[in-house]
């Protein structure tokens, strides 16, 4: 909406009210002159946004969106929507040490605070105790809100704030059953107590599942403070509440905000994080989104706004093997966090589809779908899909199974996730799915025995998990996302103490920390990260900071070979449409050479080259801006750390510009591009060197891309880089190339 039209124009109407609820006013009152005859629902307020952006949220019959469209100053109306939710070990796997570098005490010692718009949070976690904690910072402007088992004394000097909103998810769902679910900040579901933790929480000594994964559990930044919204129910997460509570968390002072959610990609100006994270933007906050769970299949990558750093998933060295023998003595290698007497050795027979049950959802172990007589001391073998995969394990137990196999499809591939199941149960993936279907139906009475190993560390890593969501960004395809990945595989963190680790209702275990899967997981890893970079260079602007992860990211797992990619079954190299610019490194982001910076006129000017209009212009930045007649931006000349290139038959040759700020060790520097040219394209650069005199200056340089050869296959890609070097930096770019 636009600001001072609509003030000026419901001030007119009541001087003394609010004006978006004077806004609602008036178009209760039109609707009223017009359906005098008819039963009317009044329009009812949801929320008042302010901060990130200018509007309002409210319940509205189409009539009365009518009204509202009729006032001057009105510029768009969104639907809400529900979106979806989308460590022990991980600070030494991404090289981080206690006491050096980034988690030196200085740096450790300075404020900074991470808001995580979530499911809620523990408070009473030890992730989140505040022993040692300085006062809370003047800065701060938020609150502990009052809900059901939840009070201010919840609150402490580590978790600073808490709040929760609901009004648009009860206008979807109804009323919060209390009975599931805490009106207030409280986490039932500890999806957001395990994001918080893996971004702030403290150091806890011993920590485990089941005695899987033992070590000292810590957040990324374990001495930042925490400001906890819930956003996130058990049916999800309504947009009118998120944008409620990122207004909300930017007044009250976070510097840092993670959202673990989306839904699918729309055009910035019709989605509202884009919206809400360029006004945190503005305001000095880094926002950093899960990039969701939709792989491995193309352009299904979220939350892809430039000025949001959108996080992939990927697999650290640690897993936690079982092995199948099956009664040929052929064995698999799966995956599992079961932890309970297991007859190791012990053949027990094969049932499956028909020998499970007579019902055709047999094969998926769904609900009420087995034969308890056909089932009895028998492994049960389970089918992905429907149902969880702990909620197979339940209904085997339920019928007297003794244990569960669970199979990949050919599309699920070997991606791997273990869970905590209730009673002994693996994982295996698609080949070994094929081999044993096949066995069981050519043997009269197939056995198997099930082993498990523990923890194993050592494995190739980082690989990229096919469910991370791929590029190219479908809705700007002039920038590649995601922008990087970070650990998101069978990652421990906090978790609730009256919640089970499988959240199936039968499973009476309950944990301190549980290991979950998921672009929610990877996320608050760069959140944390990016906290820890804002330590160390507190005058730098999210770009800035974003700049600093993306340019250092590593491609090359821990044998020295190209990062591979489970979507292709490890037999291919991740792309950058997988994992960004890389793996993140957050030792060398704090020191990363040059930047590449972005300020608010560079992405009005980036709005115009897109062809946006005022209107929707204004939506996203709260300005009247009017594009120049002569355009001082082509889309690609956004100053973005990745080259995104689009030809098609009849365009074939582009040149972007680029500024980079120098911010490395000494004043003058040198700096000398090394170009990996993709397949196709003739990659060159002007200057080819950067001569730097002081710390803070900015130089250009242009890129020109050139196809070359036969003309390629529409929709194909093809993949480079392009690095400055001086020295120890390495300051690199990745290039995808897409021929339309």
Same mark, same amino acid.
């Given at each position: ?14 001087? &003394? ?14 609707? +009223? ?59 030494? /796997? ?63 000097k580590k978790l600073i704030g808490a709040r929760y909103y609901f009004r648009g998810y009860e206008k979807f769902i109804g009323k919060i059953n209390e009975t599931t679910d805490y009106r207030s900040a409280r986490d039932s579901q ?10 702030? @929480? ?12 033992? @070590? ?54 019709? !989605? ?15 926002? *950093? ?21 959108? =996080? ?58 087995? !034969? ?40 699920? @591939? ?37 082993? /498990? ?35 998101? =595989? ?16 039968? !499973? ?22 990016? #906290? ?11 770009? +800035? ?27 291919? *190299?991740?792309? %950058? ?11 060398? #982001? ?9 300020? &608010? ?35 690609? !000349? ?27 060790? *000494? ?10 040219? %993709? ?62």
């Amino acid at each position: 909406m636009d600001k001072t039209k609509i003030e000026a124009s419901v001030h007119s109407q009541d001087s &003394t009210k609010p004006w978006s609820e004077s806004i609602i006013d008036f178009i209760s009152q039109a609707s +009223m002159e017009e359906e005098q005859e008819e039963e009317i629902l009044s329009p009812q307020l949801l929320y008042a946004y302010e901060t990130n952006m200018f509007g309002f949220a409210a319940t509205l019959s189409e009539k009365q969106l009518k009204h509202l469209s009729q006032v001057e100053g009105f510029l768009s109306a969104i639907p809400d929507e529900l979106l979806t939710l989308h460590t022990t070990y991980t600070p030494h /796997f991404l090289g981080l040490t206690n006491g050096k570098g980034l988690l030196s005490a200085p740096n450790l010692a300075s404020d900074v605070i991470i808001g995580v718009l979530d499911s809620g949070i523990w408070p009473e976690h030890i992730s989140f105790k505040d022993s040692s904690f300085s006062p809370i910072p003047p800065k701060w402007k938020g609150i502990c809100e009052n809900g059901t088992k939840f009070s201010s004394s919840n609150c402490n000097k580590k978790l600073i704030g808490a709040r929760y909103y609901f009004r648009g998810y009860e206008k979807f769902i109804g009323k919060i059953n209390e009975t599931t679910d805490y009106r207030s900040a409280r986490d039932s579901q500890g999806h957001g107590t395990h994001t918080a933790s893996t971004a702030a @929480g403290n150091v806890v000594q011993k920590a485990s599942i089941f005695g899987f994964a033992k @070590g000292s559990a810590s957040g990324m930044r374990y001495t930042s403070r925490i400001a906890a919204y819930k956003v996130c129910w058990l049916s999800g997460c309504a947009n009118s509440d998120v944008l409620a509570a990122m207004d909300q968390a930017v007044s009250d002072g976070v510097d840092v905000l993670s959202l673990s959610l989306g839904s699918i990609p729309k055009p910035f100006y019709n !989605d509202s994080i884009a919206i809400a994270s360029f006004g945190a933007t503005k305001n000095g906050v880094f926002v *950093s989104c899960s990039a969701g769970n939709s792989g491995p299949f193309a352009s299904t990558v979220g939350n892809g706004s430039p000025w949001i750093m959108t =996080v992939a998933a990927s697999y650290i060295d640690r897993t936690f093997p079982t092995k199948v023998k099956l009664g040929n003595s052929k064995t698999f290698e799966g995956t599992s966090l079961y932890q309970g007497k297991n007859q190791t050795n012990q053949q027990f027979q094969l049932v499956y589809g028909k020998t499970a049950g007579k019902k055709r959802e047999a094969v998926f172990c769904t609900k009420n779908s087995l !034969d308890k007589k056909l089932v009895f001391r028998k492994i049960v073998v389970c089918e992905r899909g429907i149902n969880s995969r702990t909620e197979k394990g339940e209904e085997v137990k339920k019928s007297g199974g003794y244990g569960m196999i669970l199979l990949n499809s050919e599309n699920q @591939g070997e991606e791997l996730l273990s869970d905590s199941h209730v009673l002994p149960a693996t994982s295996l993936g698609a080949s070994a799915g094929k081999i044993i279907r096949s066995y069981i139906n050519t043997v009269k009475k197939p056995t198997a025995s099930i082993s /498990f190993l523990g923890t194993r560390y050592g494995n190739v890593a980082p690989i990229m998990a096919a469910f991370s969501s791929r590029g190219p960004n479908i809705i700007g395809q002039d920038v590649i996302k995601p922008d990087i990945t970070a650990p998101g =595989v069978n990652i421990l963190a906090a978790w609730p103490s009256n919640t089970s680790p499988t959240m199936v209702k039968s !499973d009476k275990r309950r944990v301190l920390f549980n290991i979950v899967s998921g672009t929610s997981m990877s996320c608050p890893h760069v959140s944390g990260i990016a #906290a820890l970079i804002k330590s160390v260079h507190k005058d730098w602007s999210p770009a +800035m900071i974003k700049s600093s992860l993306m340019t250092t990211a590593y491609t090359l797992n821990n044998k020295n070979l190209p990062i591979s990619d489970l979507a292709s079954n490890n037999s291919a *190299s991740a792309n %950058p449409f997988a994992f960004g610019s890389g793996h993140v490194n957050p030792e060398s #982001a704090s020191d990363p050479g040059l930047v590449y910076d972005i300020n &608010t006129n560079d992405y009005l000017n980036y709005f115009c080259s897109l062809n946006f209009t005022s209107s929707e212009i204004t939506i996203l930045t709260k300005t009247n801006f009017k594009c120049s007649k002569k355009p001082l931006f082509q889309v690609g !000349d956004l100053n973005y750390p990745s080259f995104a290139v689009l030809f098609s038959r009849t365009v074939h040759n582009v040149t972007y510009k680029r500024v980079v700020t120098n911010v490395g060790k *000494s004043k003058s520097a040198y700096y000398d591009v090394k170009v990996e040219q %993709p397949n196709g394209v003739i990659v060159s650069v002007e200057p080819r060197k950067l001569k730097f005199e002081k710390l803070g200056q900015k130089l250009s340089y242009k890129v020109t891309f050139l196809a070359v050869g036969k003309t390629r296959v529409i929709g194909t890609s093809s993949f480079g880089s392009l690095i400055w070097v001086s020295g120890k930096y390495k300051v690199r770019s990745p290039i995808a190339v897409t021929w339309q």
